[in-house]
């Protein structure tokens, strides 16, 4: 798939940490759609001049076909990403952008919708709202930010959506924020659950939902960086990965995931993330213990032997995979 070539139309300071950027087309071309949830990968330059790609969601409505908006946290924790875009990125400049990618759609069959958001995590959420207001479909939104002036989109949602959105600021205290309780202890019939935000939010939204009784094909949740995902734990050691179909083994070192050594020998493996969030590499595994560590696949897939290859690894000595 090749990248489009964006034009930096206007950036918004929305809050004194995050900016909004429209992007359009530089030669004029239509731009290939989007559905709610999507999100495009732009190519940063990082502070030692190397490039990479941090992933964005899309927060304008997908009706609007001639610009994608993104709205970027400046991260304190940046790698350089963020500081990239805050800094490095001005109206009139090119970008390099991936056609839309959507791992976190609306149900477009479901009765009901309950959509949460913390922080910067308003961005793919007000994007369904968007779409589910069009619709004339049944919805609510609650949103939790540190204060008022932190609360990206604020005065805009408050104008599109009215008491359809319950805004909520904790002053940084997660126990002062969303009644998840309230929330979750009764789920309409068909409801689907929609959270995007901090990881402790969705962790929490997980484990609330799951002690209420949703099943897991009603939650959805999307979220783009893991803390520590990629370090290496210190009871980490080499393992041996066999790949069932041709019988050839690998020796995975503790400093390397199972996909970098697949990848490193040639071997085809679908992936996008590599942190464990989207799930795409997940593999069913035929023997050996998984050691679990992503967020994104649910219990029961978990018990069913899938993993995700990209940063789980294995209890025991070895794996053999389903490959």
Not at 123 to 142: K, N
Request: charged letters at 25%; a negative charge.
């Amino acid at each position: 798939m090749t990248d489009l070539t964006l034009k930096v139309e206007k950036i918004v300071d929305e809050t004194s940490a995050i900016k909004v950027f429209d992007l359009v087309p530089a030669n004029g071309a239509a731009l290939p759609p989007f559905t709610a949830g999507a999100h495009v990968d732009v190519a940063v330059t990082l502070p030692d001049g190397s490039r990479d790609k941090r992933s964005y969601s899309l927060v304008n409505s997908p009706a609007e076909s001639g610009r994608y908006q993104l709205g970027v946290l400046r991260d304190a924790n940046s790698t350089g990403g963020s500081a990239y875009m805050h800094d490095g990125v001005h109206a009139g400049d090119e970008l390099s952008v991936s056609e839309p990618k959507n791992r976190f759609s609306l149900d477009d069959s479901a009765p009901q919708s309950l959509l949460i958001a913390g922080g910067i995590g308003i961005t793919p959420i007000l994007c369904m709202a968007r779409v589910l207001l069009l619709q004339d479909r049944e919805f609510e939104l609650h949103y939790v930010a540190r204060s008022p002036e932190d609360m990206a989109f604020r005065a805009e949602i408050e104008a599109l959506l009215g008491d359809r959105a319950c805004l909520c600021f904790d002053g940084g205290d997660p126990t002062q924020g969303l009644d998840l309780e309230g929330l979750l202890e009764k789920r309409p019939e068909g409801c689907q659950l929609y959270v995007c935000g901090p990881v402790g939010l969705i962790d929490a939204v997980r484990e609330k939902s799951h002690e209420w009784g949703w099943p897991d094909a009603a939650l959805h949740y999307e979220l783009f960086k893991v803390e520590d995902a990629k370090a290496t734990k210190p009871k980490d050691t080499a393992i041996e990965v066999t790949l069932a179909k041709s019988g050839t083994s690998y020796t995975v070192p503790a400093g390397e995931s199972i996909l970098e050594v697949l990848l490193e020998a040639k071997v085809d493996a679908d992936f996008d993330c590599k942190m464990g969030i989207c799930g795409l590499c997940a593999t069913k595994v035929l023997e050996g213990e998984p050691d679990h560590r992503d967020h994104t696949l649910s219990e029961d897939e978990q018990a069913e032997g899938q993993m995700c290859i990209c940063i789980s690894r294995a209890k025991g000595p070895r794996l053999t995979l389903d490959i």
